[in-house]
């Protein structure tokens, strides 16, 4: 389920429930609204994206369930850039237009499990690395920077 609070931490209510049907999650993982003010949730264990509007209407899904370039197995972050693309982390770093359509994967130099993701404003990516216990850096191109911390 997903929780809705106030920026003051106030309870609002939940949304959804376990399942694999529209708008229901299993083992939803990340979570991020985008410049359009949608709602997209990492639905980790359904290998997928559910977009909602702020309403909680379902809006669109991208499907990690389809063949080739735009398929991931478990995602856990989400993040947008500056073109508002959407930035998926799980065994790589997938890139979608706003609609789902695949873009492109970073550079896999340096990933090692990544489950966090944040764009700046220039464009280069952060993402955590849950497996080397490190953060890795990437321009705005998704290719290899710098790493941070323990890698192995």
Do not use: C
Request: proline share 4%; no cysteine.
């Amino acid at each position: 389920r997903i929780h809705k609070l106030t920026t003051g931490g106030e309870f609002l209510g939940t949304f959804g429930q376990k399942g694999s049907n529209d708008g229901q999650f299993n083992g939803p993982a990340g979570i991020n609204i985008s410049p359009e003010g949608k709602v997209y949730v990492a639905d980790s264990n359904n290998r997928r994206i559910q977009v909602f509007h702020s309403d909680w209407t379902l809006y669109h899904i991208i499907d990690g369930k389809v063949s080739g370039d735009g398929s991931f197995d478990r995602p856990f972050g989400v993040a947008f850039d500056m073109s508002g693309d959407v930035h998926v982390t799980e065994n790589s770093v997938t890139v979608f237009t706003p609609s789902g359509q695949f873009v492109r994967k970073y550079d896999q130099t340096n990933l090692n499990g990544p489950i966090g993701i944040a764009i700046d404003s220039a464009g280069y990516s952060l993402v955590a690395n849950n497996s080397s216990h490190s953060l890795s850096i990437y321009d705005p191109s998704g290719r290899f920077i710098h790493s941070i911390g323990e890698f192995s």
